[in-house]
Nanobody
């Protein structure tokens, strides 16, 4: 089992950057594929980015490809999301999630552990 706590959200202007971090508890963090999802008001939670347990394979939603970078540090039990060139449409609550899958899923239901979320607001 793993517990996840996100941090790093905030209010920024369009074009700015933010780095989200997710701290995981437990000694088995390196076994999990990790992902970031986001949920805007009135919308469903959507996939943003994911990476495999070893960080070698990464996946991105088309809407963030080229602007966001997901990474992990298994020694520190953390996963990060570097967000550059932020746009107002990136405004959402961002969630960190862990999956037992060998691959890095893009489907929300394949993640069994979730953080509480961190708010990102991008003003125009």
């Amino acid at each position: 089992q793993v517990q996840l706590v996100e941090s790093g959200g905030g209010l920024v202007q369009a074009g700015d950057s933010l780095r989200l971090s997710c701290a995981a508890s437990g000694r088995t963090f390196s076994r999990y594929a990790m992902g970031w999802f986001r949920q805007a008001p009135g919308k469903e939670r959507e996939f943003v980015a994911a990476l495999t347990w070893n960080g070698r394979n990464t996946y991105y939603a088309d809407s963030v490809k080229g602007r966001f970078t997901i990474s992990r540090d298994n020694a520190r039990n953390t996963v990060s999301l570097q967000m550059n060139g932020l746009k107002p449409e990136d405004t959402a609550v961002y969630y960190c999630a862990a999956s037992n899958s060998i691959v890095a899923p893009i489907i929300r239901d394949q993640y069994g552990y979730w953080g509480q979320g961190t708010q990102v607001t991008v003003s125009s």
